[in-house]
T-cell receptor, first 114, second 111 residues
């Protein structure tokens, strides 16, 4: 099994640009989660999907952030326009049985906004 | 909502000694408590978890204990090795609510 796949692994962009992060969950998993990790705030849940449907997006910081899951094998997290304070590591995770069960994390995307 | 506190934030031990990391949670309805290990440049990896119907679970050198009355749970690593050096996160959730993570403990095992 390839595990959760994220791309790109690193992204450097200028303030105001659009950023799109991509995630492929583990095949057969029906829940997908987007997290943001910073030194100051730790691991924060941004949004999670169950069977491709967004269930809880209360962690999405602003309207500049949006996430989609068009099918069971692909999800995107978009930031438009990006700001320097969005610099962080963004993780995608998937779970077979729901949010309170074993979650498997991808390697993360390190985003730097200058 | 749930709040998870984790202590200590950093921990240094000599190789071969034991390491203990403690977490407290606020929601008495929480019933799932996983522990994750994050190595530099990688995503968190689940190493052990426990559910509220048991008080202790062990997997080789790693054990987790749960005290539901006091609402705290702990990770115990025995015979520590340099490869145990990493950041460890505890988390808690109940039913269909998402995991809430502690702030993490940076463990350094000194050879």
């Amino acid at each position: 099994d390839a595990g959760v796949i994220q791309s790109p692994r690193h992204e450097v962009t200028e303030m105001g640009q659009e950023v799109t992060l991509r995630c492929k969950p583990i095949s057969g998993h029906n829940s997908l989660f987007w997290y943001r990790q910073t030194m100051m705030r730790g691991l924060e849940l941004l949004i999670y999907f169950n069977n491709n449907v967004p269930i809880d997006d209360s962690g999405m910081p602003e309207d500049r952030f949006s996430a989609k899951m068009p099918n069971a094998s692909f999800s995107t997290l978009k930031i438009q326009p990006s700001e320097p304070r969005d610099s962080a590591v963004y993780f995608c995770a998937s779970s077979m049985t729901g949010p309170s069960y074993e979650q498997y994390f991808g390697p993360g995307t390190r985003l730097t906004v200058t | 909502g749930e709040n998870v506190e984790q202590h200590p934030s950093t921990l240094s031990v000599q190789e071969g000694d034991s390491a203990v990391i403690k977490c407290t949670y606020s929601d008495s309805a929480s019933n799932y408590f996983p522990w994750y290990k994050q190595e530099l440049g990688k995503g968190p990896q689940l190493i052990i978890d426990i559910r509220s119907n048991v008080g202790e679970k062990k997997d080789q050198r790693i054990a987790v204990t749960l005290n539901k009355t006091a609402k705290h749970f702990s990770l115990h690593i025995t015979e520590t090795q340099p490869e145990d050096s990493a950041v460890y996160f505890c988390a808690a959730s109940s039913g269909n609510t998402p995991l809430v993570f502690g702030k993490g403990t940076r463990l350094s095992v000194i050879a």
